[in-house]
């Protein structure tokens, strides 16, 4: 049975940082492409970034480039999303999931975790 679980989240100040996990289980991790969204009250889930199965490329949203960054430990099957500089509107549901490499859908999903940005 194929898991996503994320943890990490919580509530941070404008201008703190958090660092999100990804650990998943029950795949063959390193063949997996890990995108991280997000989705605020009201709003329509939107990529946060995503890190290549192969080599750890990585590219990111505009909105959060240069504040975000994503790593991934194969070893561990764990992927990270390290948040610097948090703004207000990062506020949102930040989610995990796998695409399998030379696929175009991400099948698998996590649950979750909030992260709640105060000013």
């Known amino acids: 049975q194929v898991q996503l679980l994320e943890s990490g989240g919580g509530l941070v100040q404008a201008g703190g940082s958090l660092r999100l996990s990804c650990a998943a289980s029950g795949l063959s991790f390193s063949f997996y492409n890990i995108g991280w969204f997000r989705q605020a009250p009201g709003k329509e889930r939107e990529v946060v970034g995503r890190i290549t199965w192969l080599g750890g490329a990585t590219d990111y949203a505009d909105s959060v480039k240069g504040r975000f960054t994503i790593s991934r430990d194969n070893v561990r099957k764990t992927v990270y999303l390290q948040m610097n500089s948090l703004k207000p509107e990062d506020t949102a549901v930040y989610y995990c999931?796998?695409?399998?490499?030379?696929?175009?859908?991400?099948?698998?999903w996590g649950q979750g975790t909030q992260v709640t940005v105060s000013s």
């Open positions: 999931a796998a695409q399998l490499r030379y696929t175009e859908r991400y099948t698998y």
